[in-house]
């Protein structure tokens, strides 16, 4: 379920429904990252965050934070983490994604990072990696980079401006899949990635020394 500031105010009774109606085995619950101008006006902000935070702390707790059909709260841009820090506080933060000797401390895993804080399982995507999850051929047989959607088809099409970096290849029918995502997460990195690890890493550098007090 993608959060928005127009459906953020009930995951509680989410989780229950879907747990109630047997309808899947977990929840998931992730923050929608505003690709388009015209979703910005309901991006979910800090205010949002505390009452998104408020809601997983309460399932966390009346369930018990060892269930496994908890639901799972992904995070993939650092705007989001530092909302997140913005609730909690830097220390809490910092203290809970360098613990690494605890039980319920973090655990690295392919292309993600699963943290517990106030007793909440949080799974970190960082969007400098290729998001490993997705593989994607658009309406003209071309296999795109995510985020493509704030552009029409037609835009894309043309191949010029910044439609252009999000068009990896025209299929053919010939390809076969690693080729294929390598090309892709080549074309991601290229593009993309490594922008956002530079922001990635000012903010943990930043979040570092907020924790710390330094600044």
């Known amino acids: 379920m993608t959060l928005t500031k127009l459906n953020c105010t009930d995951l509680v009774g989410v989780a229950d429904l879907v747990h109630d109606k047997n309808l899947a085995d977990q929840v998931h619950f992730a923050l929608m990252t505003p690709a388009r101008a015209v979703n910005l006006a309901i991006e979910i902000g ?50 809970s994604l360098t613990d690494l000797e605890s039980e319920q401390g973090v655990n690295i895993s392919n292309g993600n990072l699963t943290f517990t804080l106030d007793g909440v399982r949080v799974d970190f995507y960082p969007v400098s990696l290729w998001p490993h999850e997705a593989f994607l051929i658009d309406a003209d047989a071309v296999s795109r980079l995510p985020h493509m959607q704030q552009f029409t088809i037609a835009e894309l099409r043309t191949g010029s401006g910044e439609a252009k970096k999000y068009n990896v290849a025209q299929l053919t029918g010939n390809e076969d899949y690693p ?14 990635g490594r922008g956002y690890l530079e922001e990635e890493a000012h903010f943990f550098q930043g979040l570092r020394q907020r924790a710390k007090g330094v600044i």
């Open 46 to 95: 800090t205010q949002e965050m505390a009452t998104i935070w408020a809601q997983l702390r309460e399932l966390y707790q009346r369930d018990g934070s060892e269930n496994l059909d908890q639901p799972a709260f992904k995070i993939f841009e650092v705007n989001d983490l530092a909302k997140l820090e913005a609730v909690v506080g830097s220390q809490k933060l910092w203290t």
């Open 179 to 192: 080729t294929s995502y390598i090309r892709i997460v080549n074309a991601w990195v290229q593009h993309f």
